[in-house]
């Protein structure tokens, strides 16, 4: 499969935890994105890197939250100190500098539930 | 104040029926109108993606139509089928951001 994989896809942990979550792009893909989805609603953005470079990040991602691509291929989103306002689905998604739109592929996402 | 919004939020069909859903979008400056297609527990999967001068696009079953000066877009379904049964959700994009909707979520019932 050559498509975006996160891991894990479910996490329940306890408020006040650390989480950490990994995201695996599509290979040759320079920009990868973090998104955060509650339940209905649509995706909302929290960061983007160009390669290794965090270009944006989101009022969203609080200091508790931070991400990183340290060798410009997979990235992780890591959450300290987890509140029962984190609990959401976490989308990845990349897509390649180039090309029509920048169409963006995203992950199958980590659910997860703060106690 | 970029955003966009779907309507109807919930829509219930039979096998076999066409659909149409709705999205109003005010993104500036615009870039291009996307449909995407959410499984429950997934993540979207594009189904099309459409600049200002494109009016109407298809994927298969999928025809999305956009309209530049009302800023609008629908998509149409055709012969509905259980499979279909998804969260639609309607993307504005600008400068390489995206703004979501917050979906149609799409019933297809046997």
């Known amino acids: 499969d050559t498509g975006v994989s996160q891991n894990p896809r479910h996490k329940i942990t306890k408020r006040g935890q650390n989480v950490t979550f990994r995201c695996d792009p599509i290979s040759e893909h320079n920009r990868l994105y973090w998104y955060r989805q509650t339940l209905g609603q649509g995706p909302e953005f929290l960061t983007y890197?160009?390669?290794?470079?965090?270009?944006?990040k989101s009022r969203l991602l609080s200091d508790r939250f931070s991400a990183e691509r340290p060798k410009g291929s997979f990235s992780t989103l890591e959450i300290q100190r987890t509140e029962q306002g984190d609990s959401a689905m976490y989308l990845c998604?990349?897509?390649?500098?180039?090309?029509?739109?920048?169409?963006?592929?995203f992950g199958p996402g980590t659910r997860l539930t703060v106690l | 104040k970029n955003q966009v919004e779907q309507s109807p939020q919930s829509l219930i069909i039979l096998e076999g029926k066409n659909c149409t859903l709705q999205c109003n979008y005010t993104v500036s400056p615009f870039s291009n109108l996307r449909w995407y297609k959410q499984d429950t527990g997934r993540g979207p999967v594009s189904l099309t993606i459409?600049?200002?001068?494109?009016n109407t696009k298809s994927n298969g079953r999928y025809t999305a139509t956009l309209d530049a000066d009302t800023k609008q877009s629908s998509l149409h379904i055709t012969a509905s089928q259980l499979s279909d049964s998804a969260s639609y959700i309607c993307?504005?994009?600008?400068?390489?951001?995206?703004?979501f909707g917050r979906g149609t979520q799409l019933t297809v019932w046997p």
């Open positions: 459409m600049t200002f001068s494109e």
């Open positions: 993307v504005g994009s600008t400068l390489g951001r995206l703004y």
């Open positions: 890197f160009q390669n290794e470079a965090q270009l944006e």
């Open positions: 998604a990349s897509s390649p500098l180039a090309g029509r739109g920048h169409e963006q592929f």
